[in-house]
């Protein structure tokens, strides 16, 4: 199994709702992100667990919240968002720091 | 600090073609470099990677990419382009020892291949 899943694929929330991204690994990997997306544009990293721990924090906003409950899965909380939160989420996974990441196929939200 | 270049926004090929989409790298230490390409909606995947070793490195669907020292390049090619392989294509160069961020990603190409 070398994917990692992401759910729901597309979304579409008012600002003034709660909702969660899902993601899912089953390879081992004990590093994982949560990067933001815009269109033709490269990934943002926002978020990085490393054995379950946030390690890093890119001065995201506190809007957004993740959450890693354990070594498979990794979830983005999302609440009270701006339009201009519309974007494709990718999460990403990977075993050590020489290795290439996998990356799942993205959430693409919507924010109205 | 790591970064890599990508000079060109957007390649347009021929089908049957060679293609070569530009990187070029800058960074502090070995390079570790990677190629990832992205299909419209969908997430980034993986092609190859140079670690050390040979300078030719093979990937999947038919790219190379040729990791030059001396131009701090790492360019990807193909021999015979498809218009399957029309995408977004990122070159990424791993971040500094000691750092978690994983990856510096490249600006990206539009890769569009004519039939």
């Known amino acids: 199994d070398t994917e990692v899943t992401q759910t729901p694929k597309h979304l579409v929330m008012g600002m003034t709702n709660k909702k969660s991204l899902k993601c899912e690994q089953h390879m081992g990997h004990r590093a994982m992100y949560w990067y933001k997306q815009k269109a033709k544009k490269p990934p943002e990293l926002m978020f990085v667990?490393?054995?379950?721990?946030?390690?890093i924090n890119e001065s995201v906003p506190s809007r957004f919240s993740p959450e890693c409950p354990n070594s498979s899965l990794l979830n983005l909380h999302l609440h009270a968002l701006q339009p201009e939160d519309s974007a494709l989420y990718l999460c990403?996974?990977?075993?050590?720091?020489?290795?290439?990441?996998?990356f799942g196929q993205g959430t693409r939200l919507t924010v109205v | 600090a790591q970064s890599v270049a990508q000079p060109e926004d957007q390649v347009n090929v021929a089908e049957g073609n060679p293609l070569t989409v530009k990187c070029t790298y800058s960074?502090?230490?070995?390079?570790?470099l990677f190629w990832y390409v992205q299909y419209p909606n969908r997430g980034l995947q993986f092609l190859l990677k140079y670690i050390t070793g040979d300078n030719l490195v093979k990937g999947s669907y038919g790219f190379e990419a040729e990791f030059n020292k001396s131009q701090t390049s790492f360019h990807l090619k193909k021999p015979s382009a498809l218009v399957s392989d029309s995408a977004l294509y990122f070159c990424a160069v791993r971040d500094i020892p000691g750092s978690a961020r994983q990856l510096t990603f490249g600006s990206g190409t539009q890769l569009t291949v004519l039939p």
């Open positions: 990403a996974s990977r075993r050590t720091r020489n290795t290439e990441a996998f």
């Open positions: 960074v502090s230490g070995n390079p570790y």
């Open positions: 667990y490393s054995y379950e721990k946030l390690s």
